[in-house]
């Protein structure tokens, strides 16, 4: 490493060279780094809503009803030209009306007058139900809302990914316009210079437009992945630019020259980082086995964030260094932090009662697993026009939910039991197919085509199903079951269902098996990479165990205040937030080790906290500031989840290495010293 080390020093120039072309390169290819903003897209494929979705597109040409369009004040005739404006659009596939259902020149009082309220107010307003194509739901929601007029409202599928779309194209700039400042005010805690902090903030800047950039030759990314691959990259691995700043303080104070100062830090804190940036890395990498693809989405574009940081800090950071040496040197200033001696005195003498922490890690651990969750992107912004839209949609017409059924074509006997027992179902209002809209005993031969398509396909009966549940929930769910129970017994093995509920029910079912394995995974390689480090059989059990118990009473507190959660959430920050915190337990361990050999065990813990508390506070509070901005920024309630339970995860990992780790240590100080390899203690006693 020292050659490496001495060949970073002497070629300076050069690598400022080629990474400042990378990054401008980089930077234009974050430009067209396709992002997917459809959720449903990232459902394994072999889920049974995904392959229905497929078959649709096989054999029908439009999709079933993903917006719903109510345009207010029209007559009758005023309606059906409102229906041909909306059918116009380009990317309108069908829309769905009361002229599909009555003769329009009948009057509307001898109509049912449940079919006539699902699509007409009291008042002259209408209601459209619409299939539209969702490959540019912006533009397409933006004219169906000009339709519709201010007065109007437009909700369904279409408004979640338009939503998704906006808020992450607007707020990605603004989350970072404000991390960029905050982190750097926050880094002035642990720097000596004034100058310090711009160079480890333009470092992992860097790293981030490297990571983002090379996002191009990934198929595409997530809508939440480009929402919070940058902040977190930014937040997780700042702490391994200041590992080398500090250690070439060391060797300055030491009387070391500057240039040789600089060789002698990129060797020593290259291990440091190195086991730093593994755990992360291994902790995002354990999201890549989930069946539910996001996680693949998001670990993969996180740990290669992390691999780029640890390229930056070790190669361009050194360079960046050395060609800013005099103006670091210039703008030197005092350390802006106290001592924290004081405080390692009082968490040694106290460190036996925190262990008494550890009593609520039992109860945090059963209350994180009892949370009410949600699978979805979650709520609306509240006060947001596509909030007001939607209350006011579903308070004047009900939920009306579509699914789609899919039978084999042909038997129509069959599908006309089927289609009576679903019309018998509880919560469904409405059952629409080839038999109730033309009549089992018409041939579909005499029909023309273009009114069948939407019903038949040469191998399939579609029937689209209107449901009065939310799109998610035990009664969504409870519902889908009892469809599929009821299909099956008609048609074993042969139907297909699909529709926003069904899909959340089949993501519910791959993410919830998925916690198990990325869990036990990410825990697995954490634990291996700090036995390889350590070369301790114990140390890894404690580190794990006082990062877990963390996460434990992080992800417990949403159910003790009666919040529920967004399960994709939930599943994320348990491996990022051991990826990203176990870092801190790393540092103090290996300062409490090195400390040992030479002092008492509760000299020694005094010592670590004195020295590594500081350290600690500058990540913790970058992290914990990065989950705020998310929180606050952030439109699309699945990542201001994320960025809440983060930013408080930050900070209780932080609490827990300071003031309950120690407590395992002084425990099992003997234990450690006979499991871990070539580690001798002093035997003073206080």
């Known amino acids: 490493m020292h050659k490496v080390a001495e060949f970073i020093v002497g070629h300076s120039k050069l690598l400022l060279v080629v990474f400042g072309a990378l990054t401008a390169v980089c930077g234009l ?55 041909q404006q909306i059918e116009a659009l380009p990317t309108v596939e069908s829309v769905l009306w009361l002229d599909d259902f009555l003769d329009l020149k009948v009057p509307l009082e001898l109509a049912d007058p449940d079919l006539v309220s699902g699509f007409l107010t009291a008042d002259g307003g209408a209601l459209f139900q619409v299939s539209v194509d969702l490959a540019d739901t912006t533009t397409t929601l933006a004219e169906l809302q000009q339709i519709a007029t201010p007065d109007g409202a437009v909700e369904g599928q279409l408004v979640d990914l338009a939503l998704a779309q906006v808020s992450t194209s607007t707020e990605v700039n603004t989350i970072m316009l404000f991390m960029i400042p905050l982190g750097l005010l926050l880094l002035t805690l642990s720097t000596l210079s004034w100058l310090e902090p711009l160079i480890l903030a333009g470092t992992i800047g860097v ?27 930014f937040a997780v691995s700042m702490d391994y630019g200041i590992f080398m700043l500090h250690a070439r303080k060391r060797y300055l104070t030491a009387g070391v020259d500057r240039r040789e100062s600089l060789v002698l830090a990129i060797v020593e804190s290259s291990t440091a980082i190195l086991v730093s940036s593994a755990t992360t890395i291994f902790g995002f990498l354990a999201l890549v086995f989930m069946s539910f693809q996001l996680g693949p989405d998001l670990g993969v574009v996180l740990a290669k964030g992390v691999g780029f940081s640890l390229l930056c800090v070790i190669f361009f950071m050194p360079a960046l ?136 396909s040469e191998n399939y009966s579609r029937i689209v199903l209107t449901v009065d549940t939310a799109k ?23 139907y297909h269902l699909t529709g926003e509920s069904v899909v959340l029910y089949d993501m519910r079912t791959s993410i919830t098996a998925d916690n198990i394995v990325v869990n036990g995974l990410a825990i697995a390689t954490v634990w291996l990479v700090l036995l390889v480090s350590f070369r301790s059989l114990l140390i890894p059990f ?70 590594t508390f500081g350290t600690l506070l500058t990540p913790a509070l970058i992290l914990a500031s990065a989950g705020l901005i998310l929180n ?55």
Do not use: C
């Not at 929930?473 to 017994?489: I, K, P, S, T, Y």
């Not at 009666?562 to 300062?591: C, E, K, P, R, W």
């Not at 300071?658 to 070539?678: C, H, M, Q, S």
């Open 472 to 494: 998610e929930g035990d009664e969504a769910f409870a519902l889908v079951e009892q469809v599929r129970q009821v299909a099956q017994e008609h048609y074993p093995d042969s």
């Open 542 to 611: 404690l580190l794990v165990l006082t990062i877990e118990g963390a996460i434990w009473l992080n992800l417990a507190v949403p159910y003790f205040s009666g919040n529920y959660m967004v399960y994709i959430g939930y599943l994320i920050i348990s491996t990022v937030q051991l990826g990203a915190t176990v870092d801190y337990g790393i540092l103090f361990t290996q300062h409490y080790l090195g400390n040992r050999g030479t002092m008492s065990k509760r000299e020694s813990i005094t010592k670590t906290v004195g020295e």
């Open 321 to 456: 260094m050395l060609v800013l040496d005099r103006a670091v040197e210039a703008t030197s200033h005092r350390s802006l932090l106290p001592s924290f001696r004081p405080l390692g005195r009082a968490v040694s003498r106290s460190a036996y009662w925190l262990l008494l922490i550890g009593l609520l890690l039992p109860v945090a651990f059963v209350a994180q697993g009892m949370n009410d969750f949600r699978y979805g992107t979650g709520a609306y912004p509240i006060g947001s026009r596509e909030d007001a839209d939607r209350d006011f949609i579903q308070a004047e017409f009900g939920r009306a939910l579509p699914m789609a059924l899919l039978v084999p074509r042909g038997q129509w006997g069959a599908e006309h039991q089927l289609e009576t027992e679903l019309a018998g179902l509880d919560r469904v209002v409405a059952v629409a197919s080839y038999q109730t809209q033309v009549g089992r005993l018409l041939p579909a031969e005499v029909l023309p085509q273009d009114q069948l398509s939407s019903l038949l």
């Open 207 to 233: 790293a981030i437009a490297l990571n983002m950039g090379t996002n191009v030759f990934l198929d595409e990314i997530s809508f939440i992945t480009a929402a919070v691959a940058g902040v977190l990259q």
């Open 632 to 686: 606050l920024v952030s439109s699309l309630e699945v990542v201001s989840q994320l960025g809440a339970v983060l930013g408080r995860g930050a900070l209780i990992s932080f609490v827990m290495v300071n003031l309950f780790l120690p407590g395992l240590l002084l425990v099992f100080d003997r234990a450690i010293e006979k499991t871990t390899w070539k580690v001798r203690f002093t035997r003073s006693e206080q």
């Open 29 to 83: 290819l974050t430009l067209l780094v396709p992002i997917n903003f459809n959720l449903a897209d990232y459902v394994p494929d072999d889920s049974p809503s995904t392959v229905a979705m497929n078959v649709i597109a096989e054999e029908f040409d439009d999709s079933i009803p993903n917006a719903r369009v109510y345009v207010p004040d029209l007559t009758l005739a005023e309606a059906v030209a409102t229906r």
